[in-house]
């Protein structure tokens, strides 16, 4: 199967930064995005940030010019620098990842990380 592992959420003041890493490993053939979600108390997980196969990127309204997501020197990191951040960026951040398996004629799945809080006081 497919592990996702995030890391990099904490607490900071706002407008300040912070960059969140996610890495997915396993038996993976392909993959054909990685993307970040978060989700607040008491609201829907929302997307945030999302990276396709051949590099393309889309943004939520909020994330816009603010954050970016970019990927490492493997298809299978990805990166979300945050900055200017703001008190209602405080949430949840998940790492998901649409990955193909090795060995199997299926199409891709989704994969979601454990998640990382991030804390952005006024």
């Known amino acids: 199967q497919v592990q996702v592992v995030e890391s990099g959420g904490g607490s900071v003041q706002a407008g300040g930064s912070l960059t969140l890493s996610c890495t997915a490993s396993?038996?993976?053939?392909?993959?054909?995005?990685m993307a970040w979600y978060r989700q607040a108390p008491g609201e829907e997980r929302e997307m945030v940030a999302v990276?396709?196969?051949?590099?393309?990127?889309n943004y939520s309204r909020s994330a816009e010019g603010r954050f970016t997501i970019s990927r490492g020197s493997a298809d299978n990191t990805v990166f979300l620098q945050m900055n200017n951040l703001k008190p209602e960026d405080t949430a949840v951040y998940y790492c998901?990842?649409?990955?193909?398996?090795?060995?199997?004629?299926?199409?891709?799945?989704?994969?979601w990380g454990q998640g990382t809080q991030v804390t952005v006081s006024s």
């Open positions: 998901l990842s649409s990955a193909a398996l090795t060995n199997t004629p299926n199409g891709p799945s989704d994969y």
């Open positions: 990276m396709h196969s051949g590099s393309k990127t």
């Open positions: 396993g038996s993976i053939s392909r993959i054909y995005v």
